[in-house]
């Protein structure tokens, strides 16, 4: 475990095995920030794994002469159910009830969906830039839009709802 001199251990229930010295010299809200963008690119990477492995179990092995988009489109709902429940459960370590987070994630979803689909349009077919670089710089991008959404948007706190709460009118 790496710990800089100076640096009080973190708060009780956060885990740190992964840090280096550098993230231990960071300020606890900033610490915790690192940990939930770390989770995040994690479960990223995680989810793309499962949509390939699902779309390769599908189309090469279980269903050889299906179609190929409904494959995909199969594989993209198997791996965005992991990765709402490991976003909800551990990047973001929600407690918020599942029935409204879930639509929230549709919603994210959704909407950076069209957001890449419309930079894209604008990219290709507006001021004619290759393909594959647009496809490459809006992956690189989009994570960023979702990480956001998710943080304040899917998983953030739950908003008072109760008739007497402060700022509920």
């Not at 973190?10 to 095995?17: D, F, K």
């Not at 419309?118 to 393909?131: P, Q, R, S």
């Not at 991008?141 to 509920?168: D, I, N, Q, R, W």
Request: hydrophobic share 45%; charged share 15%.
């Amino acid at each position: 475990r790496f710990r800089a001199r100076g640096v009080p251990d973190a708060a009780p229930g956060h885990a740190r095995g992964w840090e280096s010295p550098m993230i231990n010299r960071l300020p606890p809200s900033m610490r915790t920030e690192a940990g939930q963008i770390f989770r995040f690119i994690i479960i990223g990477g995680f989810s793309f794994l499962i949509y390939a492995a699902m779309y390769a179990l599908l189309s090469r092995v279980l269903w050889t002469a299906g179609n190929r988009t409904l494959e995909s489109f199969i594989s993209t709902v198997v791996s965005a159910l992991f990765n709402y429940f490991a976003h909800h459960s551990w990047t973001f370590r929600s407690r918020g009830s599942h029935g409204k987070q879930l639509w929230r994630y549709v919603v994210t979803v959704a909407s950076a969906s069209l957001i890449q689909t419309g930079l894209f349009w604008i990219g290709h077919e507006v001021l004619h830039i290759y393909d594959f670089l647009l496809i490459f710089t809006i992956s690189a991008l989009m994570p960023c839009y979702t990480y956001v959404m998710h943080k304040l948007f899917t998983f953030g706190p739950e908003k008072a709802s109760s008739p007497g709460a402060p700022g509920v009118v």
